[in-house]
């Protein structure tokens, strides 16, 4: 687990992002000096939440005390934080505890996850790791990503492939979109782990890679999986387009489970692909 220190940085980092990317005008307040619109100073949020601006000051700065969860939760309506952003203040603070598994790498997902994915056949599917390296595949996902059986095991994490393999950014229909996306999800489920080595690496390795990384993680978007419609343009099927879902087998919660469906069309031009 990440230390405590480490966790109320993240957590003074993420308040004051929220905070300097919020809209004046949704609160009815004037331009702040020089016309600014954007980001509310510390005492309005202070005001706002009922929270001392001192008290309120010391969790911005990561100092070491012990908000309470009433505190936080006023906190985060003030910001007007999504659930998955106030879910994710609370998990920094301690009030809600890391979703259960290993934080250790997870080289090959158990024997029966693989024949799970095995048996779905037509619909491509992956397992990931906590770390969100890739554990597990089957034919299908191969057929529609063939890097992932040739890239290096220290180099098969869906965040590392989304961010620095040009035939990822290719594939995705709406790359901008979906690594926004992959990248807040991310960090949802990795707010309390990120001063483990592992994570502390990835990320490293990541802002030296990636210049569009580095800018989004600074960001500190947090958000919420779900279920969508993904488009995938593949260079010899065309378009094809699957929902995307995700299930935790409950023997094996530390291994996450992501399966496309396809849609009529692309399930027939999928399936003739041998």
Known sequence: MATDEQQRKELGSFLRARREKLDRAEYGLPPAGRARTVGLRREEISF????SVTWYTWLEQGR?????RQVLDAVATALHLTMAEHDYVLTLAGFAPARPGSVSAVAAAPAHVQRFLDALDEHPAYALAP???IAAWNPAYE???PNVAHTAPEDRNLLWLIFTDPAVRSLLDDWDDTSRRFL?????EAGPRLGDTRYRDLIGRLMDASAEFRERWESHGVGGFESRERVFQHPTLGRLVFEHHQMRPSDQTDVQLVVYTADAETRVRFAARS
């Open 48 to 51: 706002l939440s009922g929270v």
């Open 64 to 68: 070491d005390i012990n908000p309470s």
């Open 131 to 133: 770390d969100w390296g």
């Open 143 to 145: 057929a529609l990503y």
């Open 184 to 188: 807040a999800e991310f960090r949802a």
